[in-house]
């Protein structure tokens, strides 16, 4: 089992719809999650951390967060084209203080 | 303020060059990284610095040589490389090498080995 899986997609939502992305991972003692934003042939831009189960909002997003199912996943409200890019899910498992990533899902907002 | 600064954007190199990849950082952080990512795939971290020191090296081969001279600059010397060592490498920081600090990711150097 991969360390953080996530479906590489395409995920295609029209616009104005809740995108859906999700992430789920091996470690169990995973302490902190993070979503990332990668437009095509740029870095990594950090959308949304999370590290106690339940739900954290910040404007159109929200990230959801179940330890005991050992998912996170994000939520895109309003779906927006300038929101088409991929999705990286990144945890860190608290041992050695790296994260490591999931493959990304590519995420493509219909007009 | 959370820009990581990276120079240069692009660099072309052939397998017998030296050249150096620089990233810059104001934000007091004091956890630094180096990351390499391939098309279509996540980043794949290479090295780790932490108050100066290099506390994670991910096994990575010796003509990619880190150096942090001071608590602002990270550095990525490199030798000998072979066309597979293309690739967009990410430079990224945080407050503190811990579970809960966010890394904040530079613009990249997209790096080609002819």
């Known amino acids: 089992q991969k360390e953080v899986e996530q479906n590489s997609g395409p995920l295609s939502v029209p616009e104005g719809a809740i995108a859906s992305l999700n992430c789920t991972y091996s470690?169990?003692?995973?302490?902190?999650f993070f979503w990332y934003r990668q437009y095509s042939g740029k870095s990594p831009e950090l959308i949304m951390f999370?590290?106690?189960?339940g739900d954290k909002e910040d404007g159109r997003f929200t990230a959801q967060l179940n330890k005991a199912s050992q998912y996170v996943s994000l939520l895109i409200r309003d779906s927006q084209p300038s929101d088409s890019a991929t999705y990286l899910c990144?945890?860190?498992?608290?041992?050695?203080?790296?994260?490591?990533f999931g493959k990304g899902t590519r995420l493509h907002i219909l007009p | 303020d959370t820009e990581v600064t990276q120079t240069p954007k692009h660099l072309v190199m052939g397998m017998t060059n030296k050249k150096s990849l620089k990233c810059e950082q104001h934000?007091?952080?004091?956890?630094m990284y180096w990351y390499k990512q391939k098309a279509k795939k996540p980043p794949e971290l290479m090295f780790v610095?932490?108050?100066?020191?290099?506390?994670i090296n991910e096994s990575v081969p010796s003509r990619f040589s880190p150096e942090c001279p001071n608590s602002s600059l990270l550095n990525l010397h490199l030798h000998a490389l072979q066309p597979e060592d293309s690739a967009l490498y990410l430079c990224?920081?945080?407050?503190?090498?811990?579970?809960?600090?966010?890394?904040?990711f530079g613009p990249g150097t997209r790096l080609l080995v002819l």
């Open positions: 990224a920081s945080s407050q503190e090498l811990a579970v809960q600090e966010t890394q904040y």
């Open positions: 470690d169990r003692g995973s302490q902190s």
């Open positions: 999370i590290y106690s189960n």
């Open positions: 990144a945890v860190n498992k608290g041992r050695d203080d790296k994260i490591i």
């Open positions: 934000m007091g952080h004091r956890a």
């Open positions: 610095y932490s108050y100066e020191k290099l506390s």
